[in-house]
């Protein structure tokens, strides 16, 4: 069965400061994979996502991410933290041979970032 | 380019009375079609997700259902709402003709029942 964790419910960072979020995965094959951003009631933005080719996405807003197969993981990552970045952000999963389009999303992470 | 329109943006409502919630999408023919009700702000449940007119998946048994008469056109229904069935619905679309499969959300639907 496909899973995603994402190990931490709240992220704090000083503005400025690089930032991490984290997300692991779990499929019986190859994935593809998603983080999207969810800012208050309202709905969920895409940023980038891992497909195939070079582990290193870049996405939307400065965000990048970095597929590691050894590790199943897929952590978002930004070089230096606005606070403005402050939401929620949400780690997906398909595996690509599953032909019912599904993705799994993780608990989500909220990023906290301080002036 | 694609949007993905929801109604209405907010809605309360008493238990025991019935729901409708739609989505619909303009600039593209024959999208995937996805509910999801995300409780406390936290995580997404998928409900419901549609490959074509008429052609309804269920993901979990529920006082829901969804239909889509139209090609565009994803419709959430109750015929009687429950308090559990509170919570945030966000409809979205994905391009069945690209591999990558991108799902775009749409600005969501808060219910609060009473």
């Known amino acids: 069965a496909q899973s995603v964790a994402q190990p931490e419910d709240q992220v704090n960072v000083a503005e400025g400061n690089p930032l991490t979020v984290k997300c692991t995965y779990s499929v019986s094959g190859n994935p593809y994979l998603f983080w999207y951003v969810q800012y208050p009631n309202r709905g969920l933005q895409f940023l980038l996502k891992y497909i195939t080719g070079d582990n290193l996405v870049k996405g939307s807003y400065g965000f990048e991410a970095e597929f590691n197969k050894s590790q199943t993981s897929f952590h978002l990552k930004k070089p230096s933290a606005l606070v403005s970045d402050s939401a929620l952000y949400f780690c997906a999963v398909r595996d690509i041979r599953d032909s019912s389009y599904k993705l799994i999303f993780g608990s989500g992470t909220r990023l906290l970032v301080r002036p | 380019s694609q949007t993905i329109h929801q109604w209405p943006a907010t809605l309360v409502q008493p238990v025991g009375s019935p729901l409708s919630l739609e989505c619909t999408v303009e600039?593209?023919?024959?999208?995937?079609l996805y509910w999801y009700r995300q409780a406390a702000g936290r995580g997404l449940q998928l409900l419901f997700y549609s490959v074509g007119i008429g052609q309804i998946s269920s993901e979990v048994p529920q006082n829901l259902s969804a239909s889509r008469p139209q090609d565009r056109q994803f419709i959430l229904s109750s015929k009687k709402l429950l308090l559990s069935d509170s919570g945030f619905y966000l409809c979205?679309?994905?391009?069945?003709?690209?591999?990558?499969?991108?799902?775009?959300f749409g600005p969501g639907t808060r219910l609060l029942v009473l």
């Open positions: 979205a679309w994905s391009d069945i003709a690209s591999p990558q499969e991108t799902q775009y």
């Open positions: 600039g593209t023919s024959n999208p995937n």
